[in-house]
């Protein structure tokens, strides 16, 4: 038994048969592939049952039939995220999210609308006694391993109390997933300065000050790829350009080599020797890696992934709900936000 009394050892979670681009297909076999790699997640798919088993029986897949939840509405991706929760309640997502709200899953997958998704989790999961706002992070290569954004998109026009949130849950996030013992934490602003943020930046700057959390102080936007911080805040607003911005690296890094390839044989030559090395250095910015992202501060594992994930995309997602799950993460981050409340008096 963990710190919360429940078994770390069983793990049901839901795959959105239906959310995605290339759903179900997708989404039902990299379920499948995770059910047979880790049989001891138990793996429920919520969905079109009859078109859940039009993918297993073409597919040949083997999925025992009593984890299948049917649900048959869908979110499309264009809905409106939380008007969709209302007018669709037998969709898989919703459906999904009511399993995990009512303890019968630990963990809720979707590759599908992603406001939706943290709509879904926000409002039918909940939230963490004490948290004001989740957020969703992004996992950006630094030269120093990893550097954990907070916030890319979750919410905007964030409040001190929000940033200071996100410190300490992508701190948590950091040590127990992330392997990093003692996480630093640097505040995003336009300076190292003190004094160099706005309001907002600079009121969260002042709370890590006051706690035992290790901050450093501000960082600039050249310091993430630097790994200056192991943990970067900032307003989902902005943090979402920064990680768009990130997602068109690789392309344009494509692009800048097939027109230098373009300009001698002997170039072409050399880019053609390296391009291994380079596919194997790009691969940490591969989405497919790590699946998705898990949505901070909600009351259950929830995560979140691409619009056009694969099959190993899908099956990755899982596994990280299964990592997050036998780290306990949901019971740390509801104990420390507890215990910074209880320190600040609210």
């Known amino acids: 038994m963990n ?16 959310g995605g681009d290339f759903a179900p297909e997708n989404t039902v076999l990299g379920a499948v592939q995770a059910q047979s790699e880790k049989p001891n997640i138990e793996v429920y798919l919520a969905g079109d049952s009859k078109l859940i ?14 984890r299948i939840i049917h649900a048959e509405q869908k979110i499309e991706m264009n809905d409106s995220p939380t008007i969709s929760l209302k007018t669709k309640p037998s969709s898989s997502l919703v459906v999904g999210a009511k399993w995990v709200r009512d303890k019968k899953a630990e963990a809720l997958v ?79 602003s336009m300076g190292e300065e003190e004094g160099k943020g706005n309001e907002v930046s600079e009121e969260a700057a002042r709370l890590l ?30 943090g979402n350009i920064i990680l768009k911005f990130g997602e068109s690296i690789p392309k344009f890094l494509r692009y800048l080599l097939q027109q230098t390839a373009k300009k001698s044989f002997f170039d072409k030559l050399k ?30 594992i929830s995560i979140i992934g691409h619009g056009s994930s694969t099959p190993k995309a899908i099956k990755n997602m899982v596994f990280r709900a299964y990592e997050i799950h036998t780290k306990n993460l949901i019971n740390k981050i509801e104990n420390s936000i507890k215990q910074y409340s209880n320190k600040s008096g609210g």
């Open 110 to 188: 979707s590759a599908g609308n992603t406001g939706a998704m943290m709509a879904a989790s926000t409002l039918i999961i909940g939230r963490i006694p004490g948290v004001g706002r989740p957020t969703i992070g992004a996992e950006m290569p630094s030269m120093k391993g990893i550097c954990y954004l907070y916030d890319v998109g979750a919410g905007k026009d964030a409040k001190p109390s929000h940033l200071f949130e996100y410190a300490i849950m992508g701190s948590i996030y950091a040590r127990e997933v992330g392997g990093v013992e003692n996480p630093s934490i640097g505040v995003l």
């Open 209 to 238: 000050k006051n706690s035992k959390l290790n901050f450093i102080g501000n960082v600039e936007g050249r310091d993430i790829l630097e790994g200056k911080a192991d943990v970067v805040i900032c307003d989902g607003f902005v």
């Open 3 to 18: 710190e919360s009394g429940s078994n770390p050892n069983q793990c049901r979670i839901i795959v959105d048969a239906m």
């Open 271 to 300: 880019i053609a020797l390296t391009r291994g090395s380079l596919r194997k250095a790009l691969k940490v910015l591969d989405y497919q890696e790590y699946g998705g992202v898990p949505l901070l501060g909600v009351n259950g």
């Open 53 to 66: 088993l039009d993918v297993l029986t073409s597919e040949n897949l083997t999925f025992k039939k009593e």
